[in-house]
Structure formats: C-alpha cells, structure tokens
C-alpha cells in the first residue's frame, strides 16, 4: 500500500482523498487543511485518517510516501518544495508553480531526490484525448494546420489567478501533448470584469513549429458550459466535444484537394471542385474517469516507474507558455516569445 497525505480539502481535495482512499493500492494516512470545518468532514467520512492544520506532521511521517497537493496556485512552490525535500512522491494540482522558475527548480529538485512529480493536468487522462493523440501519432489527420479550443462556464470564479492560468491551462497542455511541442509565441488579450487584474475571458493564438496555430477561448463569464475542440489537417479534420460522454469524437473526412484549376472560374461548381466532402466516423470511445485515470498513473510512476504523462517538466512548458500570455496581455495583446 502506498500512503498518501493530501494537502487541501477543498473544492477538489474531496475528489483527490476519495480515489486514494478508496483504490486497492492506496491509503490516505494525512489530510491538512487549516479549516476546521473541513477536516471535521474528514474525520467524520474517513474517522482512520489523522488530520492537521499545517503540513509539517505529515512530511514527517516516515510512513508517508506520497504527498497530493489540491491547494491554491501560489501555494504549490513551497509545498512541493517541503515534500520532496521530505523524500516524498509529489502530485500537485496544475499549475505546478506560478513562475517557470519555481517550477524548474521543483523538476530538479525532484530529478536530484529521485521522486516522482506528477502534476494534476487531468485531461491528459481523458481517453478521447488519448485517442486523437494516437489519431495525430498515426498521421491520420495528416499535417495539423490548426486547433480551436473553447472552454467556457459561467464560474468558479477563481480569486488567485486568471482565466488563462485557470483554464486554458489545461488547453494548453493538451495541445503540447498532442504536437509533442511548445509553442513559440502568443498573442493574448483578456478583459477582467470582475477581479481587477484577473481576466475573467481570454482569447489567446499560440504558434508552434511547423506553422500550427492553436486559438483558444477561455472563460468563466459565460452563459454555457462548452469544452469543444476542432482539429484541422490536411487530410482530414476531427471535433471533440467534451460535453457529449457518449460520442465525443466525430472524424471528418474532408480536405482541399490538390486539384487546381489553371484558369480563374468564378462559378459554385468550381469551388466544390476544390473541396472533398466524404464520410463522418463516429468513434466508440470508452467513457472513464479522469480523475481516476491520474490517480491510478501516480501510483504506476511509483511502484512500476512508468514515464509521467504530465510530469513536471510538461507542467514547466505550460508555465513558461502562461508567463507569456500574460506579458502580452499586459503589452496590449502584442505577440510575445515564449522564452525557454
């Protein structure tokens, strides 16, 4: 059994306790939270588990393997800090740290302690989004032109960070698994509405090599709850609409073919000449849980040494991408270099 210590128990720290808890291969020995109301709801669901204020009791234990950090983003330097100088495996909620720096000095801390660190970019762990990345892998779309990524709600407000480091943070790590890059540079602009400072919607276009743009829309100030990509290729094209659990993935099997006309005809047949309309595949894509899935692949990283998907180096390329949606937002949406 692998003994976990989660840090925070509060809008998603639940979630975490209840998989490690309840798994086969895992057991929650510590939850921190410094509100009492909180750790009461521990001790009353789960009366085995020791509770505490502050994390110190828990990295000390030596029984502790593995600590889960579900705290707010500015927290997660010093706490993952304090773990792995503790000798513990490290899950910490995305993002790893609110600067490159932090999280480049977690990723060495972790490679010098030899520890796993894992950090909680749970669509990773979406098997449709598993399923394009073999799609894309195989070359089935052929070369991607594009990807649209909108991720919209009306909430959870969050207090800390914006829009983009909230939300399309996770769009931005599913499009660096995808491409198996970083992009190079971002246009960003933003509107905050609500918290001054922090944009409540963010409409960001990053470039990646190979000329692939990736658009995304993010918000919480939004009257529907969307999640739906569009991936463009040159051979065929693909939506995922994360909404729809049955059939989230739907294959187009359309392009512009590479017949040209040698002469300019300014007729509707001429243009349909240019473009192939064939079939639509529906794949059958099992539904799980992602949160789950993350879980699960923390503790194989532990006991199997299985490569992270989503490891701290993944988390540190979303970051720098990060700083450099908000540089240009503060620029006026002027393109920024993603510095490395």
């Given at each position: 059994m692998i003994r976990v210590a989660v840090i925070g128990a509060g809008q998603w720290g639940p979630n975490l306790i209840r998989n490690f808890a309840t798994g086969e291969r895992s057991e929650v020995a510590w939850v921190v939270d410094r509100d009492p109301a909180r750790l009461?709801?521990?001790?009353?669901?789960?009366?085995?588990?020791?509770?505490?204020?502050?994390?110190?009791?828990?990295?000390?234990?030596?029984?502790?393997?593995?600590?889960?950090?579900?705290?707010?983003?500015?927290t997660h330097h010093a706490l993952g800090r304090a773990a792995l100088a503790a000798g513990k495996h490290v899950l910490v909620e995305k993002p790893i740290a609110t600067t490159s720096a932090h999280a480049e000095e977690l990723c060495a801390l972790a490679e010098q302690k030899q520890r796993v660190l894992v950090v909680g970019h749970v669509f990773l762990h979406n098997t449709a989004v598993q399923r394009v990345k073999a799609y894309l892998n195989e070359g089935h779309l052929g070369r991607v032109h594009y990807?649209?990524?909108?991720?919209?709600?009306?909430?959870?407000?969050?207090?800390?960070?914006?829009?983009?480091?909230?939300?399309?943070?996770?769009d931005l790590s599913v499009a660096n698994h995808w491409l198996s890059a970083e992009p190079l540079s971002v246009n960003a602009v933003g509107?905050?509405?609500?918290?001054?400072?922090?944009?409540?919607?963010?409409?960001?276009?990053?470039?990646?090599?190979?000329?692939?743009?990736?658009?995304?829309?993010?918000?919480?100030?939004?009257?529907?709850?969307?999640?739906?990509?569009?991936?463009?290729?040159?051979?065929?094209?693909?939506?995922?609409?994360?909404?729809?659990?049955?059939?989230?993935?739907?294959?187009y099997d359309k392009h512009v073919t590479d017949e040209r006309r040698q002469s300019y005809v300014d007729t509707y047949a001429s243009f349909r000449n240019q473009v192939r309309e064939g079939d639509i595949l529906i794949p059958k894509v099992s539904v799980g849980e992602p949160l789950r899935a993350e879980c699960e692949h923390f503790l194989d990283c532990i006991s199997k040494g299985t490569p992270p998907i989503g490891g701290g180096r993944e988390a540190?390329?979303?970051?720098?991408?990060?700083?450099?949606?908000?540089?240009?937002m503060k620029n006026g949406g002027r393109e920024e270099a993603v510095l490395r």
């Amino acid at each position: 059994m692998i003994r976990v210590a989660v840090i925070g128990a509060g809008q998603w720290g639940p979630n975490l306790i209840r998989n490690f808890a309840t798994g086969e291969r895992s057991e929650v020995a510590w939850v921190v939270d410094r509100d009492p109301a909180r750790l009461a709801q521990v001790s009353q669901r789960f009366p085995s588990i020791q509770v505490a204020p502050e994390a110190d009791p828990a990295l000390s234990d030596p029984k502790v393997d593995a600590v889960v950090i579900a705290t707010p983003s500015s927290t997660h330097h010093a706490l993952g800090r304090a773990a792995l100088a503790a000798g513990k495996h490290v899950l910490v909620e995305k993002p790893i740290a609110t600067t490159s720096a932090h999280a480049e000095e977690l990723c060495a801390l972790a490679e010098q302690k030899q520890r796993v660190l894992v950090v909680g970019h749970v669509f990773l762990h979406n098997t449709a989004v598993q399923r394009v990345k073999a799609y894309l892998n195989e070359g089935h779309l052929g070369r991607v032109h594009y990807i649209s990524m909108v991720r919209t709600n009306l909430g959870p407000i969050r207090g800390d960070v914006d829009a983009a480091w909230d939300l399309a943070a996770h769009d931005l790590s599913v499009a660096n698994h995808w491409l198996s890059a970083e992009p190079l540079s971002v246009n960003a602009v933003g509107g905050a509405w609500i918290n001054p400072g922090l944009a409540d919607a963010v409409f960001l276009t990053f470039r990646y090599p190979n000329d692939v743009l990736l658009n995304v829309h993010a918000s919480w100030l939004n009257p529907r709850k969307d999640r739906m990509v569009t991936v463009v290729g040159d051979r065929r094209m693909l939506t995922f609409d994360d909404m729809a659990s049955l059939e989230p993935l739907r294959i187009y099997d359309k392009h512009v073919t590479d017949e040209r006309r040698q002469s300019y005809v300014d007729t509707y047949a001429s243009f349909r000449n240019q473009v192939r309309e064939g079939d639509i595949l529906i794949p059958k894509v099992s539904v799980g849980e992602p949160l789950r899935a993350e879980c699960e692949h923390f503790l194989d990283c532990i006991s199997k040494g299985t490569p992270p998907i989503g490891g701290g180096r993944e988390a540190a390329a979303v970051v720098r991408a990060l700083e450099a949606v908000s540089r240009s937002m503060k620029n006026g949406g002027r393109e920024e270099a993603v510095l490395r």
